[in-house]
């Protein structure tokens, strides 16, 4: 053998963290998968809370409508109740002073509904409701209602002629006043409709 050839020694190296591949690349997807998870899940935690929040909103807004809706039907009918009563009492001689009493139980359900209309936030309609409510217990109604009633029981026990043209005459003139005041209970009326209708209309958009 030649003595000039010189030993070659191999010396195989490797990095300290080689044999940690595979168990840091299991790890890395494991993040991956766990931030992924967890994104996923927010979004759907999102959704969920906001499909709540607005299922909420428009079962809110259903009810609110709902009541807005009854209160003004029971004003209305009230209102008409307290026409009615008014119109009956001047015409069949009634004691005013006992359908005065029962009239304001009508205005007195009217101004109840008109604070549970403000609860509401319909604050609109509630004064729509107070209008109505004053109509009624308007002093000026109340007055020709008591003038023409009188009238008319005075008509109904005299037999003379001449007190009975005077009367007439008076009646007629009573007849016109009455009929304004009592026509400011139909304005007030009309007026509550119209503003109910605006109000219901902003709810229109939410499905029943």
């Given at each position: ?130 209008a109505v409510?004053?109509a009624i ?9 008591m003038a ?61």
């Amino acid at each position: 053998m030649d003595d000039n050839y010189l030993p070659i020694k191999i010396i195989s190296t490797s990095s300290a963290w080689v044999p940690w591949l595979p168990f840091l690349g299991s790890a890395l997807l494991f993040i991956g998968a766990m931030i992924t998870l967890c994104a996923t899940q927010n979004r759907a935690e999102r959704h969920h809370r906001e499909t709540f929040l607005e299922t909420k909103r428009q079962e809110t807004e259903r009810w609110r409508r709902d009541t807005l809706l009854r209160l003004c039907s029971e004003s209305l009918e009230s209102a008409i109740q307290a026409e009615g009563d008014y119109f009956k009492a001047v015409h069949t001689g009634a004691d005013m002073k006992e359908t005065v009493t029962a009239i304001d139980v009508h205005a007195r359900r009217i101004g109840a509904n008109a604070g549970s209309l403000h609860i509401i936030g319909a604050h609109q309609v509630a004064d729509a409701c107070v209008a109505v409510r004053s109509a009624i217990n308007n002093g000026e109604l109340v007055e020709r209602s008591m003038a023409l009633n009188s009238i008319l029981r005075s008509m109904a026990h005299s037999k003379d002629a001449d007190r009975l043209s005077n009367l007439n005459a008076q009646k007629s003139e009573a007849t016109t006043r009455f009929d304004a005041a009592l026509n400011k209970i139909v304005e007030a009326r009309s007026t509550l409709i119209s503003t109910a209708e605006s109000e219901v209309t902003k709810s229109q958009a939410v499905p029943d």
